[in-house]
């Protein structure tokens, strides 16, 4: 009954000259103005070209001995360690503070906010100078750890953790923020009503409510903590297998051994694109 | 214009059970002040239009918002300063608030869990509700499987399983659709004829109100405006508002014998003989309207008015009238086209004393 239905009005469709449009156009149809085309190929250009060079340069035939050299494991696994690590430091302090920034209302709220951000548009350079003058063996902080615990962080596998979590936490806390505060607070009001305190509330109902935005922030928080250059290698040095991650690799063996630069580049991409798919529910539908 | 039918309000018992509230809430400009009491079994009602401050006061028994003033006694226990979680009140609110992540059977033994039970023991009490609630099949649904109606009795099951002497429910019906409402309220008005602590409802629907609840209270304006069983506030309605809920005009003025002389300057007719401050109602099916004034009427009661309006209400044209005396008429679907109303149209108005009801104010 459907199916002849269907050909009469496709029928009526090449009568009437081509089929109606079966959903809304998206964007601009017909020509793009010059003006705009020619700038918007030219960033994208932009920016897959680098890319594609990287691939084409790619020594791709001595590509497995030089993943497989101790060298390139060691940097590996160090980063794979360190940005998990700063994920997890991420998650249990920056979970905590993006709640309080969403439900509690303090005086100068927007203030704490803004510092949580900084980090986020400073140089990271600049944070690793800021945290030796905190956490260093004369820093602020760092003369006290040094002399009653004997903790020395600077230019240890710690120190690495403790400058890619500055710089990832503004990511994660962001990220749960923004959803915390999407989230319906009555469903905590809910729960207060049932009988849970406030922090069974946040633990057994506004957690599971807010997981995925968790789950995307920490993805966030650890892609920065991988790719963190600036801040570990001032706060942290960049010693072989005690501090030495992916990108501190890159650079110095771009200096005397460009083919397995590139061929870090390549795992480092690989990385990225992974982190990129594994987001794509959230940001990629928008588009 | 608070004012208390000391006659209707049933009291706290002696012994201190049941409710026994005063709430103020001030919150910028608005100020909530209603007394609240009630006895152990109970169905109190508060109606009111929106904003009236309805929600409000639930929210400030369930302590949700802090009192500004006033007292919160449950049972005997003071409960003013009690933290939302301490209090044994179970709140079921408007878009119920199931948690998406949790089934149908760990939602009602969020609560249980939360006082002390072990999961297992949680999940059995839990079992036990849905059963009552004739959802044991749905137990293991997510909220987002749920009907409206299953949803509804789902958080009904979870504000009861904690076993709690004061139960809240915020607009219970408003998120259901007109058929599922029927069967729901039926449903709603068993369990809390059941239930044998105090139940506090908020509606904005006089039908759920008179239904559910064996005692209104009408909220205006912060304050409330008349309180008593659902029948008297029916026969004598105190404001605008309610008149308009029941579908009655009304009007207040000065009696003077059989006639009182109203604020507008209109005077009205009526069976009763009083003297003083008034109130004059009667329905819409009591308004005779005519084309002509009437000659030789036997109604005392005519006015010239001017139709302001007019809606098809089931076979029933409502006639919004303005002029004399603003009223609203309603009339067959046959006599609106005979006389041909349309807005702005000049009509008379006759209303039989006999039909006019007149209470003191």
């Known amino acids: 009954m459907n199916a002849p239905l269907k050909d009469r009005a496709e029928a009526a469709d090449t009568l009437t000259g081509g089929p109606r449009p079966r959903r809304a156009p998206r964007g601009v149809r017909g020509g793009a103005p010059l003006p705009l085309l020619l700038p918007a190929l030219l960033a ?34 160090l980063s794979l360690v360190c940005a998990t690590a700063a994920t997890a430091v991420c998650l249990v302090l920056g979970v905590p503070l993006a709640w309080l920034l969403a439900r509690v209302e303090f005086p100068g709220r927007g203030l704490v906010r803004a510092l949580v951000t900084l980090p986020l548009v400073l140089p990271p350079v600049v944070g690793g100078v800021a945290l030796l003058m905190a956490l260093g063996r004369n820093g602020v902080v760092g003369k006290s750890l040094d002399a ?52 069974t509330a946040f633990r057994r109902v506004t957690l599971p409510l807010i997981a995925p935005g968790i789950a995307a922030g920490a993805v966030l928080a650890w892609a920065r903590a991988l790719g963190e250059f600036g801040a570990t290698i001032t706060f942290a ?40 798919a594994g987001l794509r529910d959230r940001w990629m539908t928008a588009s | 214009m608070t004012h208390t039918e000391k006659n209707a309000v049933d009291l706290a018992t002696p012994t201190g059970d049941g409710l026994d509230s005063r709430l103020v809430v001030e919150r910028g400009s608005f100020r909530l002040d209603v007394a609240l009491t009630a006895a152990p079994g109970d169905v109190v009602a508060l109606l009111g239009p929106n904003g009236a401050g309805k929600t409000t006061a639930l929210r400030a028994l369930a302590g949700l918002v802090p009192l500004s003033g006033g007292h919160l006694r449950l049972d005997g226990a003071q409960l003013d300063r009690t933290p939302p979680e301490s209090r044994p009140v179970g709140v079921v609110f408007q878009d119920y608030l199931l948690f998406p992540h949790l089934t ?28 009552r609630m004739g959802l044991a099949a749905h137990a293991g649904a997510k909220p987002r499987r749920l009907s409206g109606g299953q949803a509804q009795r789902v958080a009904l099951a979870r504000a009861l399983a904690t076993n709690p002497r004061l139960l809240l429910l915020d607009e219970p019906l408003a998120a259901l659709d007109a058929r599922t409402r029927l069967d729901i309220r039926a449903q709603l008005r068993r369990h809390l004829a059941d239930f044998e602590a105090v139940a506090v409802l908020v509606t904005h629907d006089p039908l759920d109100a008179m239904v559910l609840a064996d005692h209104l209270v009408v909220i205006e304006d912060g304050h409330i405006v008349q309180e008593g069983t659902p029948a008297h506030i029916a026969r004598h309605p105190r404001t605008d508002y309610i008149a308009h809920l029941v579908g009655l005009n009304l009007y207040r003025g000065e009696a003077e014998g059989h006639t009182v002389r109203l604020d507008g300057g209109a005077g009205i007719t009526t069976e009763e003989d009083l003297t003083g401050p008034v109130f004059v109602a009667f329905p819409p099916s009591a308004v005779t309207v005519h084309r002509a004034r009437p000659t030789g009427a036997s109604a005392r009661n005519l006015w010239r008015c001017e139709v302001a309006g007019m809606e098809t209400h089931s076979d029933q044209i409502r006639v919004a009238l303005t002029g004399d005396l ?19 149209a000049t009509v008379w108005a006759t209303v039989k004393a006999t039909q006019t009801h007149a209470y003191p104010a």
């Open chain 2, 104 to 131: 149908a059977l760990d939602n009602v033994a969020f609560g249980p869990r939360c006082h002390g039970a072990t999961k297992a023991q949680a999940r059995a009490q839990a079992a036990v509700w849905l059963e």
């Open chain 1, 44 to 77: 994208l250009a932009f920016l897959v070209l680098p890319l594609v060079a990287l691939l084409i340069r790619a020594p791709w035939r001595s590509m497995p001995d030089l993943l497989t050299s101790s060298e390139v494991w060691q940097a590996l696994r």
């Open chain 1, 237 to 276: 040095g960049n010693f072989p297998g005690r501090t030495q991650t992916m990108p501190l690799a890159v650079y110095l063996a771009l200096q005397n051994d460009p083919e397995s630069a590139i061929a870090l580049s390549l795992v480092l991409l690989a990385v990225s694109i992974a982190v990129l």
């Open chain 2, 326 to 344: 603003p009223l609203t008429a309603d009339l067959t679907t046959i006599a609106a086209a005979e006389l041909d109303l349309r807005a702005g």
């Open chain 1, 148 to 199: 009653w615990f004997g903790i020395t962080l600077p230019f240890t596998t710690a120190g690495v953790v403790v400058a890619e979590a500055f710089v990832a936490m503004p990511f994660l806390v962001i990220s749960v923020e923004g959803t915390l505060r999407a989230a319906d607070p009555r469903y905590e009001e809910a729960a207060t009503t049932l009988g849970a305190s406030r922090f």
